[in-house]
DNA sequence: TTGTAAGCGTTATCAT
DNA sequence: ATGATAACGCTTACAA
C-alpha cells in the first residue's frame, strides 16, 4: 500500500513521541536519553549530553509513556482513593486534603466510588490495582474488609481513613468517635434529657459501630441505658427518616436523638416534622461530622466537628511512608469537638 | 545469600500470577492461553483447551496486567470523569449515569477534580492521558478549553457534558439553558416583576455564557433590558454573596434575582438575609440545576430543573461511540423544566 | 489448532 | 560517560 502521503489534516492523530526519538534528534542512544532524563540517574552522563537532551525532549513535546515506565518499573506513579459515596459531602474535604500533599511528591490519585457496595468496592480495588497503583487510601473501609486485607496482605500499600478497618494490619486515621459521642450525650444529660435515642450507623462501618458501642457505655454510666436504638443500614437522609419512625414507634416518649451522622440527622429532623413534631422545642437532634452545607439547613444542627482536610492529609502522610517501606507507620486518632447550635435544648 | 525460605510469612507479597504461570501449569504456549482467555479469539482454540485454560486461570487466580496489555495494544479499558469541583452535588448524579453505561462495557472510571483551575485540568488531562485512558468524560470545560481541544485533535475521544467547548470539534452533552432562562424570566414577568437583576455564572464556561445571553435577550424582548447584572468568578455560595452585594449596591430597587445555577441563589439569599431583606417577601429569586438538598434549604428555591443522571448517560454513549470510531457523532441537549417553588412571589 | 517470535516503550545490567 | 542488550507481560502476525 505505496501511499505518499496518507495523513487526512483531519485527523492529524501525531504520533506520540517515544524515547527513541529523542535519541534519535540528538544522536545518542536511548538508554542515555533514558538516564539524562531521570533526575536520579542524571549525575552519570555529562552535563552537556543532559542540557541537550532535556532541551530536545521538552522542544519535541515529550512525554514518557507510563505503561512502559509502569510494566518495567512496577510503579504508576498514581495512587486511588475509595470513597463510599460521592455525593456525601464530608469526602471532598478529605480528598483535597489527600490531593494536597500526594500532588506535591509527583502522585495522581483518581478517585472511585463504590456507592456503598462490597461488591463494587471489591470491584474497584481490583480495577484500581490492575491498572498498576502504587497504594490506596480507602474512605469506605468496613469493619471487616475482605477485600482491603487481601490487597494490603499481598503488599499494596493501604491507609484507611475516616472508618478503620478491625484488623489493624491496616493502618488508619480515624476521628474520636467515643469522646465526640461522650461529648454529645454529656451534653443532652446537661440539657436535662433523659430519656435519649439513638440512631446508630451501619454496623458494618467501625464508625456506626464504635458510636453506638460508646452511646450505649455513655448512657448505662448515667443510669439512663435504656434508651431506644434503630440501626440504620446506610449513611442517608432515607435510612435516618426510617429508623426515627421505628424509634419513635417502639418508644415515643424520648426527648432526645443522638444520630450516628449528620445525614441520619437530617433524616431524623425530617421524620420528627412528617409527624408535627418540632426540634428542638420537642425533641432535641445531634449530628457527628459537621458537614457543609448544614449551616444552610433549619435548624442549624449541634454535633460534633471533625477535621476532615486533616484526616486526609494524616492519611496521605501515612500512605507515603508506606510506599516509602519506612518502618513503624503508626495508626492515628485525631481530636473532635462538640459544636452546640440550636438543634438541641432543654429537655 | 543462600536461603533456603527467605518469605517473612508476614510479607507474603506472592508474585503476580503471569500468563506463563498458566501455560506452565497448563502445558501449552503462552500465546495459546492468551487466545483461549481473549473471547474474541478464542473460537480458534479447542474447546477442551479452552475449558482447561479458563479453569487453571481462575483456579490460579490470574489477572492480567494490564500495563502489559495497554503497553500492546493501546488500550486501557479506562476512562476519565473530569470534574470541576467534587463538592458541587450536581456532579455526583452525573458521574453515576456515565458509569452506569460504562461499566457496563467493561470499562472503569477514575474520577478527577480540577477545582475549577485551567491549571489543574490541563495537568489531570495529561494525567489520565498518560495513564492511557480510552476516552474522557470531561465535566469541567471552559468555552476554550486548549487542554480539551487539543487532546481532541490527537485523536483521544472526548465528550463535554453540562458545559461545552465553543469549537465543535468536542461533542457535548448539555441542557437546554436557552430554554430554562426564558422559563425562568417568563415566570418571573407574569408574577410582575419588571426590575428583574442576574447573577451570572463565569464567563469561561458556556453555562454561565449562554444563561447570561438568554437572559439580556429575553429581557430586552419584554421591555425590561436595563437589569442590572454582576457576573461571578465560580459557581460558589462565596461569588453568590459577592454579586448580590454589588448587584444591590449598584441598583437596589431590583424586586428580583436570576442566579445562574443554584450555588449562586444560595449565596444571593444569604446577602439578601445579611441587609434584613427577605425572599421571596422582598426580593425573589431563582437557581439553576435543581440539586440535591435544595428541598432542606429555605425557603424553597424555584429553579430550572436538569435531568443530572440522563446527562451522564448520553454522554457515556457518545464517548462509547467515538471511542469506537463510529461515524456522526451528534451533540445533544436536554430539555429542561421548571420548578416553581416559594423563592419567587408577586412583585 | 497450536507454537514461534517480534515488539509495544521503558529501565537496568552489563560491557566498553 | 555511553552503548548494547535483556527484560517487564502481553498480543498478534506468521509458520507449522
Redesign the interface.
Known sequence: MPSICSEPAE????KRITLRDVAEVVGLHVSTVSRALDPNSRSSVSGEVAARVLAAASAMGY??????Y??RTNR?M?TGIVLPD??N?I???I??GV?SVLEAEGY??????T?NSPRREER?L??L????VDGVVHAAATREDPAALEIS???VPVVSVNRRVEDTSVPFVVNDDESGLRQVVAHLWDLGHRRIGHVAGPQDTSTGFHRLEAFARCCEARGCGDGPIAVSKAYTREEGRRCMDALLGQSPSVTAVVAANDMLA?GVI?ALRARGLRCPEDVSVTGFNDM??LD???PPLTTVRIEQFDAGVAAAGLLLRLMRHEEGVESVTLPVSLRIRESTAAA
Chains 1, 2 share one sequence.
Open positions: 485527523a492529524m492523530q501525531k512525554r514518557p509513556n507510563r505503561m512502559a509502569g510494566l504508576s498514581t460521592i455525593a459531602v469526602f471532598p474535604p480528598v483535597r490531593e495522581a490519585s483518581f478517585i472511585v466510588n456507592d474497584l481490583e480495577t490495582l490492575d491498572r498498576g496482605r499481598q503488599g437530617l425530617e457543609p452545607f444552610l439547613i433549619p
